[in-house]
Each structure stands twice: as structure tokens, then as C-alpha cells.
């Protein structure tokens, strides 16, 4: 062995901590599909047949260390996943998913504290950002029924399935925004008649009563999550015009107050997340005509300026994220009538032009993601008639084709995801 010897150094505990010059390495090589490790020592990890968990130790003091390393320079093809155990991971959660599967790749990991948790500082590990985990279900609530507002939900499963109707959800009303929050649970904010309030939904998709002043009242916002844990709502109709003011929820489902955004004052636009951390808001109406612009929203909830020429302008359109990266635009009110076209939008927030209609025309759907990859439009009207149909979307953006019977007709309503769990 060679290298510097160094001291040993005490923890508060009274036990002598590991140091870089005494890791005590074992001489097994790991070759199962799950290992758990010990602060202190440093391990070699064979992937050649299987991938490997890798769980750390559920509790932790500050300089604790672990190593491990690519045996078989094999982790491109079997990687390697860090489970936290209950303690964060860069400053992130247990929730999220750590994974490494770079060819020939060693992780050096030391403890910090518990705001940081596990922090790596070897130089090829230092980069890796956590990935977080995705939407497995949703929940489509709120709306216009057949002659008044609502306040009824219906859950989708992560196989796409619409449950029947849940009643009592909060004050009945439409034009509803809703994002998810806190990766695994959402908000439902503001409606017609210029409301300012907001419902938070459980990770088991349980809608809760209203919380009243959360932000200026107004109808047919957009909502979107965005740097994985928030949310953000913007733009609108309310008393004096059409809004460009933003409301930023944090991952405890807390809504700030009013802030200013750029961009043009509209309503019924849709928005969605995509590249994994940003949003973006697209379409809408400011009152003298149906748009075709977009604002691209960074992970820190600044929303751009508009960009211009996304599609055929129309509004009472809706969004979803698909594809863990990607977004889709989807239905809407163009100049006249109501359109069945989306568009997609790539993880750098390029809007793409017009996919020809699937599915049965119309406006004023709900759009949420499901299954980890996936999305689902539902609900609407064709301007005769409230609609109970749905549409499923899959990983590549392909629209279904109309599956119907999927609870009680209506329009303006609102969906989010929630729940890791499928």
C-alpha cells in the first residue's frame, strides 16, 4: 500500500472514524443483486450477470465513507443503484433514484449531514444529478357538468384505467388549474367566478378541503410542475383583464403570493413539464384572439418571454408531460370549432408543428401523466355535447384512439399526477 498516513480522527460518539488512508476493503466481490454496506470500508461491485441495489446504511455520523467500484467494468450494461436508505443523497431525498452506469466507474461517498446526506467526491461522480421518480397515477377533477358546475373526481390507475366518480371535493367550480408537487402529490387551484382558493390531493389521490387566499382570484389559469418537487401556476382571466402574474407552490404544497411574470396576458392555455426540471406554458386566449405562443419556464420558476409560431393557434387546450422528458399539447378551440390536433414538445422545450387529429374533436379536456411515461386526455366538450372520453398517450407522444364511459361528461375541468407507487 502507498500514500499519505493520516490521523485518525474521533467522532462525537467516541468511535474513531474511517479515513481515506485505513478503509478497510472487503475481499468479497459483490455479485448479487442487492448488497448492503457499512460506513468504513469499500467494496468491489461484479455486474457481469445482473444489476445491482446498493443500500446504504440506514444511519450515518459526518466522515463516514464508503467506496465502491466497477469489478468487471460492466456498469454500462448492469448498473449500479444507490438506495439511501431513508437519508438524502446530494441534498436530495430517499424518493429519488441514483444510479450509476459508466464503464469502469468507482463512487466515493462521504456522509455530511443530514440536510446533504451522502455526497460524493470522487471526481467521476460529482456530476451525476438524481433522477427523480415519475407520476404513476392521476386524478381528474372539478368541471361543467350538464347544466352546473361540479366538484367530483375520478382517479386513473397506472394502466390508464378512469375509476368511477368520487363526490365532494371542495367548492364545485371550473375553469381549474392543477399541477403535481412534492413528487408524489398535487394542488388544484383558483376556477371560475375569479376563486381564490386551493385544494391539495394526497399521494392516495384524497382531495382536500379549501384553503381560500392563495393569490389573486381568477379563471382558466395553467399549472405545471417544475425542478421536480414544485409547482407553478400562471396567467388567467380575472376582474380587470387577462393576468400575467405567477404563483409558485413549494414541495410542501405551500402557494406563494403573487409575482410578476413576462409574456403576454391570457386564459385557457395549458402547460406541462418537460427536460426533467422545466415547464412550459403554450396557446391561450388574450381576448382579441386565439394565440400560438409559447413561454418556457427554467427550473427556478422564471417564466421567458413568448416565443412565437407553435401550431395552430387556439385555446382551451391542455398539456401533459410523457416520455419521463417530453410534453404534449393536445385539442383546443382554433378560430372556429373545436380540433382534435396536438403537438408534441421535445426535452428542450422545442414545440413541434401539428400531428394530424386522433380521436373525437374538442375543447376544454383535463391532461394528466400516468404510468411512469405515459398521458391521458379526457372529458371535454364538441360544443353540443359534454364528453366522458378519453385518450391515452404513450412514451413515444402517439395519441389513442376515443375510449368512452368514463364517468360523468363535463368540460372545464382540471388534472394532475400523483403517487410514485403504480
Known amino acids: 500500500m502507498s500514500g499519505v498516513i493520516v490521523n485518525n480522527v474521533a467522532r462525537a460518539s467516541g468511535t474513531i472514524a474511517a479515513t481515506p488512508g485505513g478503509l478497510d476493503w472487503s475481499t468479497a466481490v459483490v455479485t448479487g443483486s442487492t448488497v448492503t454496506v457499512e460506513a468504513g470500508r469499500g467494496y468491489f461491485i461484479n455486474t457481469s450477470s445482473n444489476a445491482c441495489t446498493v443500500t446504504l446504511p440506514s444511519s450515518a455520523e459526518a466522515g463516514d465513507q464508503i467506496i465502491i467500484a466497477d469489478y468487471a467494468r460492466t456498469w454500462s450494461t448492469n448498473a449500479v443503484t444507490l438506495d439511501s436508505n431513508g437519508l438524502n443523497f446530494q441534498g436530495q431525498a430517499d424518493t429519488y433514484t441514483v444510479d450509476y452506469d459508466t464503464v469502469g466507474q468507482s463512487l466515493n461517498i462521504v ?62 367550480r371550473s375553469g381549474v388549474a392543477g399541477a403535481t408537487y412534492g413528487l408524489d402529490k398535487g394542488i388544484f387551484g383558483f376556477g371560475d367566478g375569479n376563486k381564490a382558493m386551493t385544494n391539495l390531493v394526497s399521494n392516495s389521490g384524497v382531495v382536500a378541503s379549501d384553503t381560500t387566499g392563495t393569490g389573486t382570484g381568477r379563471v382558466e389559469p395553467a399549472a405545471s410542475s417544475y425542478d421536480g418537487d414544485k409547482a407553478i401556476f400562471a396567467f388567467g382571466e380575472y376582474s380587470a383583464g387577462f393576468s400575467v402574474t405567477r404563483n409558485l407552490v413549494n414541495s410542501s404544497g405551500v402557494m406563494a403570493s403573487d409575482a410578476s411574470a413576462a409574456g403576454t396576458g391570457r386564459f385557457a392555455l395549458g402547460a406541462a413539464e418537460y427536460g426533467g426540471d422545466k415547464a412550459i406554458f403554450a ?140
Open 111 to 172: 456522509y455530511s449531514d443530514s440536510t446533504k446526506g451522502w455526497l460524493p467526491v470522487s471526481d467521476d461522480a460529482v456530476a451525476l444529478v438524481p433522477v427523480a421518480p415519475t407520476t404513476q397515477k392521476g386524478i381528474f377533477a372539478y368541471g361543467y357538468g350538464a347544466s352546473s358546475v361540479v366538484s367530483l373526481s375520478n382517479l386513473i390507475n397506472s394502466s390508464g384505467v378512469i375509476a368511477s366518480d368520487v363526490t365532494g371535493v371542495g367548492t364545485a
Open 283 to 422: 396557446y391561450g386566449s388574450n381576448g382579441s384572439g386565439k394565440l400560438s405562443m409559447s413561454n418556457l419556464v427554467t427550473n427556478a420558476g422564471i417564466i421567458g418571454s413568448d416565443v412565437s409560431g407553435v401550431g395552430t393557434a387556439r385555446n382551451y387546450i391542455k398539456a401533459a408531460r410523457y416520455g419521463d422528458d417530453k410534453a404534449i399539447f393536445a385539442f383546443g378551440a382554433p378560430s372556429s370549432g373545436v380540433t382534435g390536433v396536438s403537438n408534441l414538445v421535445s426535452n428542450s422545450g422545442v414545440v413541434a408543428s401539428d400531428v394530424s387529429a386522433v380521436g373525437t374533436a374538442r375543447r376544454s379536456p383535463g391532461a394528466c401523466g400516468y404510468g411512469g411515461d405515459k398521458a391521458a386526455f379526457a372529458y371535454g366538450t364538441d360544443n353540443s355535447n359534454n364528453l366522458s372520453t378519453k385518450n391515452l398517450i404513450n412514451s413515444s407522444g402517439v395519441v389513442g384512439s376515443d375510449v368512452s364511459g368514463v364517468g360523468t361528461a363535463r368540460r372545464d375541468l382540471a388534472a394532475l399526477g400523483y403517487s410514485i407507487t403504480a
